[in-house]
């Protein structure tokens, strides 16, 4: 399963102290069953001092794989563990599905 690879490569390349992959596929127009939308959130000690850009190419980067041949669209909420333990209700949510039909 997709979500399972994404888990263990993310851990692997982050060692994460929180990490969260969330299957979004469900929120929008695919068949049933779907892993083609995807939300992680990754809080680790290895992003201090890194501008978001550069968190969030070294997540595209560790999925490079999975971004070209099975992932849609992937929300990527990246955290150090100070800016984590300072938000109050986690990672924000994500929207709504606005996009088009892909059944026909």
């Known amino acids: 399963m997709i979500k399972e690879r994404i888990e263990e490569k993310l ?3 982050f060692s994460p102290l929180h990490l969260e992959v ?3 596929s469900y929120m929008h ?7 083609s939308h995807f939300k992680v959130v990754v809080v680790s000690e290895q992003f201090e001092g890194m501008r978001l850009i550069g968190r969030h190419r070294a997540i595209n980067s560790t999925l490079a794989d999975e971004l070209a041949n099975d992932i849609h669209a992937l929300a990527i909420h990246t955290y150090t563990q100070s800016e984590w333990q300072n938000l109050f209700d986690g990672a924000p949510a ?3 599905c606005r996009g088009g039909s ?3």
């Open 11 to 13: 851990h692997n390349a």
């Open 22 to 24: 969330v299957n979004e």
């Open 29 to 35: 127009n695919v068949p049933a069953g779907s892993e």
């Open 94 to 96: 994500s929207p709504a």
């Open 102 to 104: 892909k059944l026909g």
